[in-house]
């Protein structure tokens, strides 16, 4: 009978361990899926629509509001580099588009 509570027990301490150890595999992935996202080509359909370049100073369009760019957009998820706009691409933080919208 004292087989159960060592197995109860050591149970315990690695379901502890396991559950301890998920923030860390969250972490490793996310940095992971940062690390995989390509940079947006700028001979891309929806990138050539929007008007997007790598650098902000470098837009002719007259939508282009001066200070706007890529970093301070409601779109751009700092984390990843990643636009919500072109998914499964990263974006430059200087770059910008016409979908540019100030971050709240």
């Given at each position: 009978m004292s087989a159960k509570p060592t197995n109860r027990r050591r149970f315990l301490v690695?379901?502890?361990?396991?559950?301890?150890?998920?923030?860390?595999?969250?972490?490793?992935?996310?940095?992971?899926?940062?690390?995989a996202l390509p940079m947006l080509p700028l001979d891309n359909a929806q990138?050539?629509?929007?008007?997007?370049?790598e650098d902000?100073?470098?837009?002719?369009?007259?939508?282009?509001?001066?200070?706007?760019?890529?970093?301070?957009?409601?779109?751009?998820?700092?984390?990843t580099g990643a636009c919500n706009i072109f998914p499964g691409f990263a974006v430059t933080p200087e770059g910008w588009c016409a979908a540019w919208a100030l971050k709240q």
């Open positions: 690695q379901s502890a361990v396991a559950l301890s150890s998920v923030p860390l595999v969250a972490e490793l992935l996310r940095q992971n899926a940062h690390a990138a050539k629509a929007l008007q997007y370049v902000a100073k470098e837009t002719t369009s007259p939508a282009f509001k001066e200070g706007s760019n890529c970093a301070n957009c409601q779109l751009f998820v700092a984390d």
